[in-house]
């Protein structure tokens, strides 16, 4: 048996390098996304037109992934941009000097507006005029959000939400999203920027062509933030893939450390 | 069983730097991991626990005074990995290769401070890759 065992060590050995030869990733569904429009080779077309909606909208239905804002939404702001009120300043430098030991999304709870993209875990949009709503499914953590197009009004007391409460209108080609009726233990980002119950998002989709959508979310939240501050996002799509099962709760043995 | 012959095989850990990206879908590797200090480690599989948020997978690990320890190695979830080609079979049929290191001060599983060291592993930037001592250890 240690023969056998030092021979399969030393072929181990040797086999280390093969690592490199990992599949690379978006592979692992052999099923093309329909309705995506594509280079001869069968690549997505990225600067193609953005298809429309029967009502002529552009589209912002489908997968779609933001890169490189998962910790720091605030990352490409000036400073200055971002004032953070006393009490503010003061939660985000807890959240920092205790490792985020309190970070609700880590406890898998909902990770609120707009953290929710902020996940290198894609997320479906699922645009539906007949409906007068637009689903947002997000993998991570498994939640979603609904934002009503049916002309409603923000309520004006809901109950305190995760995900909060959403309306949406067109601005011309841009999708406008309204969203309130947040509680206090919201972060707005992964570095743990805090937003209190006052909290309103203002989300700005905009598809420029089938690959590339800017969304423009102003932080409207005066009890943290002594002016409103707006980031604008890359939103990517991410065809041929789909959303898979996230049960947060089944394994998460060791959320936090402080 | 050729599975469970592959199963049973001593694993090669091989310490690897990475990019330090905070980026998680879940938690934050650097708030619960010191990167910065990395080393390797070797032994047998006993369970590879393919489940969101985070795949697990536990080892036998022999010190040098003879004592085998079971330790927890946490990865990213399945959905990260089943993009980067991993399978819930994975660990039987691949090597990988890993990057080690300390865990941070102050934890509160007090049974883990006393071991001073936690293991991590990488299998590229998207992939997830993070231990500790396994929670049922022997």
């Keep these: 048996m240690e023969k056998i065992e030092s021979l399969i060590r030393m072929i181990a050995g040797t086999a280390l390098l093969l690592v490199f030869a990992l599949p690379s990733p978006a592979q692992w569904v052999n099923y093309k996304t329909p309705g995506i429009p594509r280079t001869p080779d069968g690549t997505p077309d990225l600067s193609a037109p953005a298809p429309r909606t029967a009502d002529g909208k552009p589209d912002i239905s489908g997968i779609w992934r933001v890169n490189g804002y998962q910790y720091n939404i605030g990352k490409d702001l000036k400073p200055g941009e971002i004032v953070m009120l006393p009490e503010a300043q003061a939660i985000y430098n807890e959240r920092r000097e205790t490792n985020s030991f309190d970070n ?53 007391d809901p109950d305190p939400a995760y995900m909060g409460y959403s309306i949406g209108r067109w601005d011309g080609d841009t999708f406008v999203v309204e969203t309130a009726g947040f509680h206090e233990k919201n972060w707005i980002d992964s570095a743990g920027m805090p937003g209190s119950d006052a909290l309103h998002v203002t989300e700005r989709f905009h598809r420029k062509d089938f690959g590339h959508m800017e969304v423009a979310i102003t932080i409207n939240d005066p009890k943290s933030y002594a002016k409103p501050w707006t980031v604008t996002l890359p939103f990517t799509p991410y065809p041929d893939d789909e959303l898979v099962e996230y049960v947060c709760n089944e394994n998460n043995r060791y959320p936090t450390a402080k | 069983m050729k599975t469970t012959r592959l199963a049973t095989l001593a694993m090669f850990i091989v310490a690897l730097a990475f990019a330090a990206a905070p980026a998680f879908g879940h938690h934050t590797l650097v708030a619960i991991y010191d990167t910065s200090k990395p080393f390797t480690m070797t032994g047998t599989v006993t369970m590879f626990d393919w489940r969101n948020p985070h795949v697990w997978f536990f080892m036998d690990v022999k010190s040098a005074d003879g004592t085998v320890t079971n330790w927890g190695f946490e990865l990213n979830g399945v959905n990260v990995l089943r993009r980067a080609g991993w399978t819930r079979d994975s660990l039987y049929y691949r090597f990988f290769k890993t990057r080690t290191h300390e865990k941070r001060l102050g934890d509160d599983f007090p049974e883990m401070v006393q071991k001073s060291v936690e293991v991590g592993l990488v299998l590229g930037e998207d992939t997830g890759h993070q231990v500790r001592r396994s929670h049922r250890g022997r």
């Design chain 1, 104 to 156: 609700p999304w880590a406890r898998c709870f909902p990770g609120g507006v707009p953290r929710a993209f902020l996940s290198p875990d894609p997320f479906k949009i699922l645009y539906m005029p007949v409906l007068k709503v637009t689903v947002i499914l997000f993998e991570a953590v498994q939640t979603w959000r609904q934002i009503f197009t049916d002309g409603r009004e923000l309520p004006r």
